[in-house]
Nanobody, 126 residues
Framework: VQLQAFGGGLVQAGDSLSLSCVGSGRTFSSYTMGWFRQAPGKEREFVAAIRWRGDGKDYADSVKGRFTISRDNAKNTLYLFMNSLKPEDTAVYYC????????????????????WGQGTQVTVSA
């Protein structure tokens, strides 16, 4: 199983940015997927999670109303649409998948996930 994240970059506060995460090695349509981020000197933190059919989503309070997680199971791809970006959103963003079918409880914990992407840097300037 491999995950590869794309879409990071340098933007200004208030801008929007979209991240993608393409999976390979198996079909992910039965698995919960999520996004996490890690800022310099800080621990990795939960950003968003999405159920296998996309019919359930959860967000960290810090991004609720600004970020949207979605997925396209036909393309084995996870997305994160980020609006109204703030300097405090600056971090390396990681996608992850839990290879246990139809399990969602606990999806805000990093220990819930089995595979991780390599991370993509998002930098928001003031």
């Amino acid at each position: 199983v491999q995950l590869q994240a794309f879409g990071g970059g340098l933007v200004q506060a208030g801008d929007s940015l979209s991240l993608s995460c393409v999976g390979s090695g198996r079909t992910f349509s039965s698995y919960t997927m999520g996004w996490f981020r890690q800022a310099p000197g800080k621990e990795r933190e939960f950003v968003a999670a999405i159920r296998w059919r996309g019919d359930g989503k959860d967000y960290a309070d810090s991004v609720k109303g600004r970020f949207t997680i979605s997925r396209d199971n036909a393309k084995n791809t996870l997305y994160l649409f980020m609006n109204s970006l703030k300097p405090e959103d600056t971090a390396v963003y990681y996608c992850a998948v839990a290879i246990r079918p139809y399990i969602y409880s606990g999806s805000s914990r990093s220990s819930f996930y089995d595979y991780w992407g390599q991370g993509t840097q998002v930098t928001v300037s003031a």
